[in-house]
């Protein structure tokens, strides 16, 4: 009977674990080659607009698939700034308006399927963004506890970890009111459980045996 409870206890624990998600701090102004996270094994990395090229930097390639978005290549109108002034050429592609970054105004949302997820592993998705002068943008993804308002003037890098409760996650970018924005790039990466979790299940295991 104790083992019974304890397994229960300790499922119940990594239930809750893989509904958890958290929008991390938001990065403005960024540099790629060093605000850009690439631990872990990299899923899925994509550079928008029509010129843009398969560019690696920081250990992060950036593809021109667009197959798991509703990105259309010839809806992609051409960014009015840049937002990268290094000499680095790559990253001056996935970051400047010689890349002809998608661009959203209006109220339309880019979707980013986010495919072939392991249930139970825990993955970070990064999206890069641009403003000009103040731009309204909604992040979200299943629900109201995966959404995030932000406010663009320049670049702008919003980062999502989560632990897969399912084997695809659908994310979505959208203009917040009549508001312009670019879409640069995004990049997801399977990382490695932080030990908190690790600590929570068997917290949780030893609790009930105590019981």
Known sequence: MMKRVAVICMYAGLTVVLHAGTWLDTRWDIDPLTDLASSGTLIKASNFGQTAQAVTFGGINFDLDYSNT?????????????????????????????????????NPTLTINVDNLIVGNQYRIQIIT??????????????????????????????????????????????????????????????????????????????????
């Open 70 to 106: 509703d990105a259309v290549i010839n809806d992609f109108q051409w960014a009015d700034r840049d937002y990268y002034s290094g000499s680095d050429t790559a990253a001056a592609n996935l970051m400047n308006k010689s890349g002809a970054h998608h661009y959203a105004w209006g």
């Open 130 to 211: 641009g403003g000009r002068g103040g731009s309204g943008v909604d992040f979200y993804s299943t629900g109201w506890s995966d959404y995030k308002y932000d406010w663009a003037s320049g670049s702008m890098l919003n980062t999502f970890v989560w632990t897969a409760d399912a084997s695809s996650k659908p994310f979505y970018i959208g203009a917040n009111g009549w508001t312009s924005f670019d879409v640069l790039g995004y990049a997801v990466h399977e990382i490695p459980e932080p030990a908190t979790m690790v600590l929570f299940g068997l917290g949780a295991l030893i609790l009930c045996r105590k019981k």
